[in-house]
């Protein structure tokens, strides 16, 4: 069974949670933990929380500890903001500044790539080894398949999205996603109840 880091998203305010589980209620205190004292809604309703997205494929809960501890950091844009867009920052009308403050989404894909990126090149031990037929492994590192057709059944880590054109977003900003990641749509019921059965089925963490 695979083990998953989960980012949801607040269909109001743009708000992200990070957590290894597949409900925003089971760890409440996260909400304490990510978000800022005076952004943080009263409390957690989780019709107001949906998938953004999901990672998994990580080979023990070490590895799906340190993933989600990177990926819960505070995020940064995906590009540095001009001094003309810092300036309309400034200038913004205090209601429309704490709106943009809140909208995390950009922020936390762009640390989740990150964090895949800093796990290939320091840290590959936090992926699944392939099997011999698709692709050796160090030490837990993945080595690039050599059958171009296989790629995707040879993944150690797989993105599934409510959004895949979060993809080429942070290919565009020059960011990239390891070559052991593929990527995959969520499948959703009642926008918030996810019914892939690759995370039905994923063990829970502790």
Do not use: C
């Amino acid at each position: 069974m695979s083990l998953g880091v989960y980012l949801f998203r607040h269909i109001r305010t743009r708000q992200i949670l990070v957590t290894t589980e597949k409900s925003v209620l089971a760890r409440p205190r996260l909400l304490k933990s990510q978000i800022k004292p005076n952004q943080r809604p009263p409390r957690i309703r989780p019709d107001h929380w949906t998938p953004l997205v999901v990672a998994l494929g990580f080979k023990d809960k070490k590895a799906q500890a340190n993933a989600f501890m990177l990926a819960s950091m505070a995020g940064h844009p995906l590009v540095v903001p001009t001094a003309q867009e810092k300036k309309a920052y400034v200038l913004m009308p205090n209601k429309n500044k704490r709106l943009a403050e809140m909208d995390m989404v950009e922020r936390q894909v762009a640390q989740l790539a990150r964090t895949l990126m800093y796990m290939d090149a320091v840290r590959p031990d936090t992926v699944v080894p392939v099997s011999s037929s698709s692709g050796s492994s160090i030490d837990g590192a993945v080595s690039e398949s050599t059958d171009s057709s296989s790629d995707a059944e040879s993944a150690a880590i797989k993105l599934l999205w409510e959004d895949k054109s979060w993809i080429s977003k942070i290919e565009d900003a020059g960011l990239h996603w390891p070559k052991w990641v593929a990527h995959g749509d969520l499948d959703l019921k009642r926008g918030n109840i996810i019914m892939n059965p690759e995370v039905r089925q994923t063990s829970q963490p502790q």
